[in-house]
C-alpha cells in the first residue's frame, strides 16, 4: 500500500526544508555573525618541525564585499548576512537592496564581529604564539577587520550532560588575556585554551582539564556562598587543578557601627563546582 506521505511532495519537501535550516547556527544577540564554512578552514595536519604558515581570512562588511563566484546564497532565511567572509562555500554578502525580505531596514548600530567555526574543527588560543588562534592546529588571521579582533563563537558542554550552552571567546591584546562570555558574564584567563568536540579545555602541567562549569554558574556559587558584588573572574590553573577566582565586595559594618566594604575572593573547581576556599580580611569577625 502507497504511503501516504508519498502522495504529497509538497510535505517531503517541506520536511527537507525543515531539516536543512535547523542546521544554522543559531544568531548571537546583539552582533554581527560570520560563519566560517568546513571548505575555508584548514584539515588536520600532522606535526611538522618546519613553521607552518598562517590561513588568512578575509571579513568585509556586506555594503562593501563583492558577490563572489561559488558563495552560499541565504538570501530569505530571516538572518541579515551583514559581514561575511571571502571565499568559496561563504554566505553571499547581503543588504536592505540584494535582500530586502532579510535585510529590511539600514543597518544602524555597529555591532562586534562573532566569527563561528563549523563544530567539528578543534579551536585553540595561545597567547605565547605569535598567532595566537589555530584551527585544526593550523594558525589563522583575519583579514579586513582593521584593529577589531572578533569574537569567536562556540557551543559547549556544561557541568549538565548533554546541556549544550553559547559561549563568546575573545583575546584582549591590550591587556594580553582572553575573555570568555558566558550569559552576561565576562571571565577573563591567561591560559592557553582549547575548543573541541564541544568542550572547552585548560592546558595543564597534566594535559588538558575540561571546564564544565561556566562563567555565569561560577559567579553564582560565590555569591550562594557569600552576599557580594562581583568585581571579577578569573580562570586560572593553581597546580594540577583548573579554579575560578572570584573577586568581589561585600557591604558590612564594622563594629555593628561603620560602613565599610570587605573584598572577598572565592576559588571554586572549575570541574566541579565546589568552592575550595572563601577568603576575607582578618577582622571581618568584627563586621556584621
Request: proline residues 8%; aromatic residues 4%.
Amino acid at each position: 500500500m502507497e504511503s501516504k506521505l508519498f502522495r504529497k511532495p509538497w510535505l517531503i519537501f517541506i520536511l527537507l526544508l525543515a531539516t536543512v535550516c535547523s542546521t544554522h547556527i543559531a544568531q548571537p544577540q546583539q552582533s554581527s555573525l560570520v560563519e566560517i564554512p568546513q571548505q575555508v578552514i584548514p584539515t588536520n595536519v600532522p606535526f611538522q618541525p618546519q613553521i607552518v604558515k598562517p590561513v588568512e581570512i578575509e571579513i568585509k562588511k556586506s555594503s562593501e564585499a563583492e558577490r563572489i563566484p561559488g558563495c552560499k546564497d541565504l538570501c530569505g532565511d530571516g538572518v541579515c548576512q551583514e559581514i561575511v567572509c571571502m571565499a568559496i562555500g561563504c554566505p553571499c554578502p547581503e543588504t536592505p537592496e540584494t535582500c530586502p525580505e532579510d535585510c529590511k531596514q539600514p543597518i544602524g548600530t555597529a555591532f562586534p564581529t562573532v566569527v563561528a567555526f563549523p563544530t567539528t574543527a578543534k579551536v585553540e588560543i595561545n597567547l605565547t604564539k605569535e598567532d595566537p588562534i589555530s584551527v585544526n592546529e593550523v594558525p589563522v588571521k583575519f583579514k579586513g577587520l582593521e584593529n577589531e579582533t572578533p569574537k569567536i563563537y562556540v557551543e559547549v558542554e556544561t557541568e549538565t550532560p548533554g546541556k549544550l550552552t553559547a559561549i563568546t571567546i575573545q583575546i584582549d591584546k591590550e591587556n594580553k588575556l582572553i575573555r570568555i562570555e558566558h550569559e552576561n558574564t565576562t571571565a577573563i584567563t591567561k591560559e592557553s585554551i582549547k575548543v573541541e568536540e564541544k568542550e572547552i579545555k585548560v592546558e595543564t602541567p597534566k594535559g588538558d582539564v575540561q571546564v564544565s562549569v561556566l562563567p555565569a554558574k561560577a559567579t553564582q556559587v560565590a555569591i550562594s556562598k557569600v552576599q557580594q558584588k562581583i568585581k571579577k573572574t578569573e580562570l586560572k590553573v593553581l597546580g594540577e587543578r583548573v579554579v575560578y577566582e572570584v573577586a568581589g565586595e561585600k557591604s558590612a559594618k564594622l563594629l555593628w557601627l561603620i560602613p565599610v566594604t570587605l573584598p572577598v575572593k572565592t576559588t571554586i573547581d572549575a570541574q566541579t563546582g565546589i568552592v575550595i576556599s572563601v577568603e576575607k580580611p582578618w577582622w571581618s569577625f568584627l563586621t556584621a
